[in-house]
Every structure is written in C-alpha cells, then in structure tokens.
C-alpha cells in the first residue's frame, strides 16, 4: 500500500523556516496514522535564505535534523547548519525546538512552537540577531489548494514580527519502479512581511566586522529605506518541489525566486534565487 509523507514546518526551509522559506525553513515528515515518529534529515542549499532575503556573502550550507513527534502532536526537534564558505566554524548556527500540532476540525490543522538558536560568533547570517522565535500557524486544505498562515516572534538582541501566507498545490505524477513509490510536484506561492530590526543589526555588524573573507559579495551593499520597526512587505516568492517518495524516504529537489519588497535599496533588489536537494528518512 502507498503511504504518503506529508509535511509541516516547524520553522521558516521555504520560509519560514519549508525549508526555504526561512531559510532556516525544516520540515517534519507525519504519517496520516498518528503514531510516534522519529524524523532525520539533511539538506543542501546554495545560499542561506531568510524570508527570502540573503547576507551580502552568498553562503552555501549543509543542515542537519532530527525530530521526534509524539502520538499527541508534541514534537522536539534539533538542526545543525554548517555554512561551506571558506574560514567559516564547524556549525554557524544550532537549533533546538519544541511545539505542538493538533487537528483543529477538518482539513484545518493549527501549530504552535518555540526555538532556541545559537549562532558562532561573528556569524554572517542575517537573523543572528534573532536567538529566540515564537511560531503559531493554521493550515487549511481546500482540497484544489492548501493554504498556510504563519506568524513568528523572533527576539533577542533585536525585536522582529513576521507574517506569511504560503499557498500550494501536490499534485502526483505516478510511479516509477512500483506501486510503492510515487514522483511528487509541489508549486507554491508565498508572500512574506515584517519588520526588519534584524537587518539594521545585520548593517551595523557588516560595518564593524567587513566583509567576510574567502567568499564572493554582492556588488551592492544592503542600505535600510524605511524604519526598521515598519511593518511592510519583506518579500514574494515563487517556489517548485519536485520529489520522489516511498513509504519511509522522501528525496526531493526545490527552487525559490523570492522579489524583495523595499525594504532595501533599489540598487540591491535584484531577484533571489535559491536551490535545495534534501533527503528525509522517518522510522
């Protein structure tokens, strides 16, 4: 029999935390059975993405994740990220998370969690200023369609709200090598809003520490055009996944084009383009 492997974010991959939504974006893998479940991961991607913006050092990474979801939807999760650029730590950055998900009626589901992060010191990532993240989400399936509305408290050293609304598709292409598998097509649309304090510390940081070394720069230097405590359009994304499933792995490939709002430059509002290969593996 096909099982499939559905999913939820826990924080901003297609951020937030899909996996590129946040950048910081993972997903967990539920079965439609509600049992215990313990979920790894590892995931490529070719620029680190925070709602759809990025450091001006293009930063490719390596993230690590295991979570465990009990029968009554209480999950605990932690993720290590290793950046690839040159002279970088081990680990740029180390999440642990902790939340709950539950059936609201049906096809609503709700969420809500907590995240701790710890970033190296002198970290180039732009949310590093963010070390604690409030999450609550409600997901509807429409059936033609499923929409996610999420919001995050992110503090620490700086302050920042966010908001976004993700709408997608699944559709199933059939299999490939037997009944037990099946190719997946997700395309999705997402836009993102907040506030951006975590960018004017990015701009103060870049300021006192330069540019960091062994990696390539944007040509343009990231410049606030609005108060940071403005609540505004952050960004608009497109995504695609493209994945093949069976009943314990899902391997799958993503694209994100994310247009900036303006809440930078003009000079460097130049579209975003991100790339992820990922691997999942429940027990």
């Given at each position: 029999?096909?099982?499939?492997?559905?999913?939820?974010?826990?924080?901003?991959?297609?951020?937030?935390?899909?996996?590129?939504?946040?950048?910081?974006?993972?997903?967990?893998t539920?079965?439609?059975v509600?049992?215990?479940?313990?979920?790894?991961?590892a995931?490529?991607?070719?620029?680190?993405?925070?709602y759809?913006?990025?450091?001006?050092?293009?930063?490719p990474?390596?993230l690590?994740?295991?979570?465990y979801?009990?029968?009554?939807?209480?999950?605990?999760?932690a993720?290590?990220?290793?950046l690839?650029?040159?002279?970088?730590p081990?680990?740029?950055?180390?999440?642990?998370?902790?939340?709950?998900?539950?059936?609201?009626?049906?096809?609503?589901?709700?969420?809500?969690?907590?995240?701790?992060?710890f970033f190296?010191?002198?970290?180039?990532?732009?949310?590093a200023?963010?070390?604690?993240?409030?999450?609550?989400?409600?997901?509807?399936?429409?059936?033609?369609?499923?929409?996610?509305?999420?919001?995050?408290?992110a503090?620490?050293?700086?302050?920042?709200?966010?908001?976004?609304l993700?709408?997608?598709?699944?559709?199933?292409?059939?299999?490939?090598?037997?009944?037990?598998?099946?190719?997946?097509?997700?395309?999705?649309?997402?836009?993102?809003?907040?506030t951006?304090?975590?960018?004017?510390?990015y701009?103060?940081?870049?300021?006192?520490?330069?540019p960091?070394?062994?990696g390539?720069?944007?040509?343009?230097?990231?410049?606030?055009t609005?108060s940071?405590s403005?609540?505004?359009?952050?960004?608009y994304?497109?995504?695609?996944l493209?994945g093949?499933?069976?009943?314990?792995y899902?391997?799958?490939a993503?694209?994100?084009?994310?247009?900036l709002?303006?809440?930078?430059?003009?000079?460097?509002?130049?579209p975003?383009?991100?790339?992820?290969?990922?691997?999942?593996?429940?027990?």
């Amino acid at each position: 029999m096909k099982v499939k492997l559905t999913f939820l974010s826990l924080f901003a991959l297609f951020i937030g935390t899909s996996l590129f939504a946040q950048d910081t974006t993972l997903r967990s893998t539920t079965s439609a059975v509600r049992s215990p479940s313990l979920t790894v991961a590892a995931i490529y991607g070719n620029n680190a993405n925070y709602y759809g913006q990025t450091a001006e050092e293009r930063l490719p990474y390596l993230l690590t994740n295991g979570s465990y979801r009990l029968a009554n939807g209480i999950y605990f999760s932690a993720s290590g990220y290793r950046l690839l650029t040159y002279g970088q730590p081990m680990l740029a950055e180390v999440d642990l998370s902790a939340g709950y998900e539950a059936e609201l009626a049906k096809s609503l589901t709700g969420s809500f969690g907590y995240t701790r992060s710890f970033f190296a010191k002198n970290s180039p990532l732009l949310q590093a200023t963010n070390e604690n993240t409030l999450s609550a989400s409600v997901i509807y399936d429409w059936n033609f369609l499923k929409s996610a509305l999420s919001t995050y408290y992110a503090f620490g050293t700086s302050n920042d709200v966010f908001l976004t609304l993700n709408n997608s598709k699944s559709f199933n292409l059939g299999s490939i090598l037997s009944d037990k598998d099946y190719i997946s097509f997700e395309p999705g649309f997402e836009i993102a809003s907040g506030t951006v304090q975590y960018l004017e510390e990015y701009i103060v940081r870049r300021d006192n520490q330069g540019p960091m070394q062994g990696g390539p720069r944007f040509p343009e230097y990231t410049t606030l055009t609005r108060s940071a405590s403005t609540f505004d359009m952050l960004s608009y994304s497109g995504t695609l996944l493209l994945g093949y499933n069976r009943s314990h792995y899902l391997m799958e490939a993503g694209y994100q084009l994310s247009f900036l709002g303006r809440n930078i430059s003009a000079t460097n509002r130049k579209p975003r383009s991100f790339f992820n290969l990922s691997l999942y593996y429940q027990f």
